[in-house]
């Protein structure tokens, strides 16, 4: 009773604040009674392209390990009447309504000295609303960010030796203005003996407090920080036009001991990403990159930054993980295709406002395809692992049965049906990387088309330098649409480029295929081997246990069956997620025992036995299968100009 009570009494002040601040068309219709639930707010005033008056200052701190809490506080220059404050919701880069509003606690509002209450925002909890008295112009708000404790739910951000601040989960902004019109001044408390990177200019540094020029509330968001106790920071760009380092934090100091020839490879990185575009959109970029196996993994795009993270002994293996090789090339052609040149239905006035994603096969699959090229362009990688991937690539969309119903184009909504949940189908649910993968094999097709039409004088990268390698030096986002994506390619090699991409975006239903004609277009065609090579091995984490193309599953730690292709042999089989292989004919199962029968099956007659458990229920199952063991692989077609040579050759101007 006692809360009710003081519900009301609230909810009375800010409804009738709210009430004397609107006009007299909107106050004859009054607000609810406080005492009737549920309360309906005013409503939250839409972004303006004004300024805010005044700078809001933030300082966030980050010394609470222990616990792993980050805690703020805003000083919000206000005036009388009505206020809402908003937590981001559609987060960039998520490309989703991931704002963790459920992990801020602690919201206390004062002036001089005074308590001011919130009522949260029944439709759109990101939002709260307040009733400033007269008198006060100013507002201390204090909140906690109470980080995750494991990376069971969301990816944890801070751990004993690192912390990853992204500014846009540690902070409150005035609704009714555009993010571009709000001005913060930022200042963080580091933990004692902590450095950091980030793309923010520090105006000082005492004792562990950092401070930083004033910033829009837009470019705040978009440069997140990477702090650690251990710390380093190397040029990879001497003498070049803009400054851009590498900024490395570990789980342990050797971690972080990049060496010469690392630092090449990166410095290399830099200089094809100049030649491929011809412009600079930064002033600066930091690469921010955690060596490490307990902060949460990370690859997010930033205009004049990235945030990444790697296995800790990166630097030191002979061999690290292409994927890991290829994730900072991905991430830093976004400063141009996705930050400079952004789609326009992303090129949102606030983080409230609801993103669309129709272009994504743009934003995420060129990058994918140019972040594949510059891989080995730069020496992060070899042909013949670029080759390999690739391979992998085709065979997954090769053998993909959810194109039957669902298109290319489709899939860019993915992020806004449930950010990165679990999907138990993939192969038929489609997802978040067919608008990454597929696209990419789109854009190779468009490629070896330009390549092919031209004779060779022209090809894609014409395409970059002209769309993406203009206004040398700005770094305000320039929009973009399908129109101009088609006007941009007809402008160096004419074609009917609105039919080429919708035939293969929204292509759909049994006939639709795999865009592979970009790979036989190069020069290649994708087969299926039942041998691989050790690098092919390497490459392929887990193909002792790959059956994808053959039984139809993969074959998981503890013989569990995993990743049951929809339709394959396994599926109709009854088969799904959490099925154990116990056996293979009279052998007891494990992924040789099982390679092996499906290889003595090959061409004959006799089927291959499989004992599975699921709790307490046992099936035998027999598989009428005789095409033996399957994995893609890219082989060339003799007589033909090798054109994805030509593609992943470094460029010499």
């Keep these: 009773m006692l809360k009710s009570a003081a519900l009301a009494l609230l909810l009375a002040s800010v409804s009738a604040s709210a009430l004397a601040q609107v006009p007299v068309s909107q106050a004859q219709t009054p607000l609810p009674a406080p005492t009737s639930l549920p309360y309906s707010p005013p409503p939250i005033p839409a972004p303006q392209d004004r300024d805010y008056p005044g700078t809001i200052g933030i300082r966030v701190d980050l010394t609470d390990l222990a616990h792993k809490v980050i805690r703020v506080r805003q000083t919000v220059p206000v005036g009388p009447g009505p206020l809402v404050l908003q937590y981001p919701k559609f987060i960039p880069g998520n490309h989703a309504d991931t704002g963790p509003i459920q992990l801020v606690s602690g919201v206390t509002v004062t002036a001089n000295g005074r308590r001011i209450e919130w009522v949260r925002d029944t439709v759109d909890p990101h939002a709260f609303h307040l009733d400033i008295p007269a008198g006060v112009d100013s507002i201390e708000v204090d909140f906690e960010w109470l980080t995750q404790q494991d990376n069971s739910t969301w990816r944890l ?19 009714g203005y555009n993010h571009s019109r709000i001005t913060f001044a930022p200042s963080v408390v580091l933990p004692d003996g902590w450095n950091y990177g980030v793309a923010l200019d520090t105006v000082s540094r005492e004792g562990n407090v950092a401070t930083f020029a004033p910033i829009s509330l837009e470019h705040l968001a978009d440069s997140p920080m990477f702090a650690g106790k251990h710390y380093r920071r190397i040029d990879i760009d001497p003498g070049g036009r803009s400054p851009v380092h590498l900024n490395l934090v570990g789980d342990t100091a050797a971690s972080i001991n990049a060496g010469p020839e690392w630092v090449a490879k990166y410095e290399a990185l830099v200089d094809q990403a100049d030649r491929l575009f011809g412009a600079r959109h930064f002033d600066r970029y930091e690469f921010l990159l955690g060596l490490t196996s307990k902060l949460g993994g990370i690859g997010l795009e930033h205009h004049r930054s990235s945030e990444n993270t790697a296995a800790p002994n990166f630097f030191s293996t002979a061999t690290p993980a292409y994927g890991s090789r290829g994730l900072l090339p991905h991430e830093y052609v976004h400063s141009w295709n996705g930050k400079f040149r952004r789609p326009s239905d992303e090129h949102v006035p606030n983080f409230n406002v609801p993103t669309q994603n129709t272009l994504m096969w743009v934003y995420e699959g060129q990058t994918q395809y140019w972040g594949d090229i510059l891989t080995p362009r730069s020496g992060l990688g070899t042909v013949e692992e670029a080759l390999i991937d690739l391979a992998e690539v085709a065979g997954f969309y090769d053998q993909q049965p959810g194109r039957q119903w669902r298109a290319l184009q489709d899939t860019t909504n993915h992020n806004l049906l449930g950010y990165r949940l679990s999907n138990p189908w993939p192969s038929w649910m489609r997802g978040t990387g067919d608008y990454y993968r597929e696209a990419l094999l789109v854009w190779l097709d468009a490629d070896t088309l330009i390549r092919e039409g031209t004779r060779e004088r022209k090809s894609l990268d014409d395409f970059a330098r002209a769309f993406y390698g203009v206004e040398d030096g700005v770094w305000e986002a320039r929009p973009y649409t399908f129109e101009d994506v088609v006007e941009h390619l007809n402008a160096v090699h004419p074609h009917d480029w609105a039919t080429f991409l919708r035939t293969r975006l929204d292509a759909v239903g049994p006939e639709a295929e795999a865009p592979l004609d970009g790979i036989e277009r190069a020069g290649w065609r994708l087969t299926y081997v039942d041998d691989l090579t050790p690098l092919e091995k390497r490459m392929m984490g887990g193909w002792g246990g790959d059956f994808q193309y053959s039984l139809g599953f993969t074959l998981g730690s503890g013989n569990r069956i995993t990743g049951v292709r929809w339709g394959g042999p ?27 029968a499906v290889t003595a099956a090959k061409g004959g ?8 458990k699921r709790g307490d229920e046992f099936r035998i199952l027999s598989f009428d299968y005789h095409d033996g063991l399957r994995y893609p692989r890219l082989v060339r077609i003799e007589g033909t100009r090798d054109r994805l040579a030509d593609i992943f050759a470094p460029r010499r101007r």
């Design 157 to 175: 951000v801070m751990t004993d030796e690192i912390v990853n601040l992204q500014w846009e989960k540690a902070l409150l902004y005035p609704a």
């Design 570 to 596: 396994a599926f109709e089989q009854g088969l799904g997620a959490g099925w154990e292989l116990v056996a293979v004919g009279d052998r007891v199962a494990s992924a040789e025992v099982l390679r092996e």
């Design 605 to 612: 007659s006799d089927p291959i036995v499989l004992v599975v």
